[in-house]
């Protein structure tokens, strides 16, 4: 991720917790809709580019640990306000992420990789391949468009364009298998079984 981008989710962070609790029951839906398609029972979760902390508040209801991380500081000061009191462990991140091989069960990576370019999602996905033990759920928009998304992914000049053309054919050279479940109109989320990749 740029320092441009960087910057930007810093000054974003306060306006961006406003939205907190519609994020929240969003993401109760999705973790719903991975229990009927047989993904839960597992006890560690990180949520990467975890923003204000509304997915990760969320899987606190799912998961006996939960671990967040994000590279905007003041993201993550908003997340640790919006859930305090919940058992939620708060990790900042640069390049590679802070966490062993394989020492989680799932990883979330939830509307980060459109703003990344290629390369950058590639080493990204890496990195959450190596620290999860089963799953990686990739929450993000799917190749439907609307005026007022395409917007906004101007404004901030991340790879929104190029990513809903190409990332299902990034991903599949990364993570053979996966399944696609759409859940709303212009998002769907990726459930990437990468426990075969394991040596």
Same mark, same amino acid.
């Given at each position: &991720?740029?320092k441009?981008e960087?910057?930007?989710?810093?000054?974003?962070?306060?306006?961006?917790?406003?939205? @907190?609790?519609?994020?929240?029951?969003? @993401?109760?839906? =999705?973790?719903? *809709?991975?229990?009927?398609?047989? =993904?839960?029972?597992?006890? +560690?979760? +990180?949520?990467?580019?975890c923003?204000?902390?509304?997915?990760?508040?969320?899987?606190?209801?799912?998961?006996d #640990?939960?671990?967040? +991380?994000?590279?905007?500081? &003041? &993201?993550?000061?908003?997340? #640790?306000?919006?859930?305090?009191?919940?058992?939620i462990?708060?990790?900042? *991140?640069? #390049?590679?992420?802070?966490?062993?091989?394989?020492?989680?069960?799932?990883?979330?990576?939830? @509307?980060?990789?459109?703003?990344?370019?290629?390369?950058?999602?590639?080493?990204?996905?890496?990195? +959450?391949i190596?620290?999860?033990?089963?799953?990686?759920? =990739?929450?993000?928009?799917?190749?439907?468009?609307?005026? &007022?998304?395409?917007?906004?992914?101007?404004?901030?000049?991340?790879?929104?364009?190029?990513? *809903?053309?190409?990332?299902?054919?990034?991903?599949?050279?990364?993570?053979?298998?996966?399944q696609?479940?759409q859940?709303?109109? @212009?998002?769907? *989320?990726?459930?990437?079984?990468v426990?075969?990749? #394991?040596?």
């Amino acid at each position: &991720m740029s320092k441009h981008e960087k910057l930007l989710f810093d000054r974003i962070a306060t306006p961006y917790g406003l939205f @907190y609790q519609v994020q929240k029951k969003k @993401y109760t839906r =999705i973790f719903e *809709i991975l229990k009927k398609e047989n =993904i839960y029972g597992f006890s +560690c979760l +990180c949520d990467v580019g975890c923003g204000t902390g509304a997915l990760a508040s969320a899987a606190t209801e799912y998961f006996d #640990k939960v671990y967040a +991380c994000d590279v905007a500081g &003041m &993201m993550i000061d908003v997340a #640790k306000k919006k859930t305090k009191g919940q058992s939620i462990e708060y990790r900042w *991140i640069d #390049k590679y992420l802070p966490f062993d091989d394989q020492s989680m069960d799932v990883v979330t990576i939830s @509307y980060v990789l459109h703003g990344m370019n290629q390369k950058e999602r590639e080493d990204l996905l890496k990195e +959450c391949i190596r620290i999860s033990k089963k799953y990686i759920i =990739i929450i993000e928009f799917n190749q439907k468009r609307h005026w &007022m998304i395409s917007f906004v992914e101007w404004l901030e000049k991340g790879d929104y364009f190029a990513f *809903i053309k190409t990332f299902d054919a990034q991903l599949s050279q990364i993570v053979p298998t996966y399944q696609i479940v759409q859940t709303e109109k @212009y998002q769907q *989320i990726y459930i990437c079984d990468v426990s075969s990749l #394991k040596v």
